[in-house]
């Protein structure tokens, strides 16, 4: 039996749960690779776990795939304890999947032996990878399990929970290793975090408008019928005169950006138009799911 999801369309639960389970897993094994082919080679240790084991792997050479099992399944145990069930069956997939591949694939040749190149691609694998896991609605567990936790405890944000968390690791890697490849670290990390925005969002950013005009009719009318796009008609009153102003919100693709300034500029020159990027739509007209 199918089901609607927030945008009314129709979804199959069970391809659903097997698109999501799909994520899950070719996301992790995306990891996994970039870790082998980039980061482990190249003693990047651009946080996370696979940065504690890079590190561990050169003090200890500890092998990173049993040391990434060790650390995951206590946390995600801890996170299902302190934290509630919601981490859910997709979750501790992700938790294992991801170390049994970097087991498996341990005896891969490096794809470079160059260190900024290993942070850069290294970097967007695993951007890439962790972007499909959370696509599927899970985790690879990890620290980002540790940073909800303290966040829970400590009344931390939890971007600050995860950037000292990362944080540390990038300091013991310069440490450990040199400052050279704490930096180097440091751009992988930032470039991870720049690939798992691209997937969620993608790069189709439309544009959100908002237009306050004493035409507002005129303007409607015409983002309806010339744009063919729907607007949205707001209740505003003016700061200083507290008198109501008619406020039109539109969002439209960055293609269709250019002829709404006409339309709207050629209606009122005095119209005052706010702009700004909106990273996903969802809805008729722009993406479903």
């Known amino acids: 039996m199918s089901r609607k999801n927030r945008n009314g369309y129709q979804v199959n639960p069970v391809y659903q749960r097997v698109k999501e389970y799909t994520y899950v897993v070719l996301g992790s094994a995306i990891v996994a690779l970039a870790f082998n082919l980039f980061l482990l080679p190249n003693q990047v240790a651009s946080g996370g776990v696979s940065g504690i084991s890079t590190i561990l792997k050169a003090l200890l050479d500890w092998e990173p795939g049993i040391v990434q099992l060790c650390f995951n399944i206590p946390l995600f145990l801890a996170g299902v304890i302190l934290l509630g069930k919601q981490f859910g069956l997709k979750t501790l997939v992700g938790t294992i999947t991801l170390p049994l591949i970097v087991l498996w694939t341990s005896n891969v040749a490096p794809a470079t032996e160059d260190p900024l190149l290993g942070s850069l691609f ?9 972007g499909l896991v959370f696509r599927g609605r899970a985790s690879t567990g990890g620290t980002d399990l540790a940073a909800q936790i303290i966040h829970k405890y400590t009344g931390l944000t939890l971007g600050a929970c995860v950037a000292m968390i ?6 013991s890697a310069a440490v450990v290793f040199d400052l050279e490849l704490g930096m180097y670290a440091l751009i992988g990390l930032f470039v991870t975090s720049k690939t798992i925005d691209f ?12 237009i306050i005009t004493k035409k507002e009719e005129e303007v409607k009318s015409a983002i309806l019928t010339k744009i063919d796009r729907g607007v949205t008609k707001l209740a505003a009153y003016g ?14 693709d960055q293609t269709e950006f250019t002829k ?30």
């Open 122 to 130: 290294g970097g967007i694998g695993v951007g890439l990878g962790l």
């Open 166 to 171: 990362d944080g540390l690791i990038v300091i």
């Open 199 to 210: 997937v969620q969002v993608g790069l189709g950013y439309s544009k959100m408008a908002i």
């Open 239 to 252: 700061g200083y005169t507290e008198n109501e102003l008619p406020v039109l919100m539109c969002v439209v």
């Open 260 to 289: 709404l300034k006409q339309v709207v500029r050629t209606i009122d020159p005095a119209a005052f138009v706010v702009v700004t990027n909106a990273s996903e739509v969802l809805g008729e007209g722009f993406k479903k799911e």
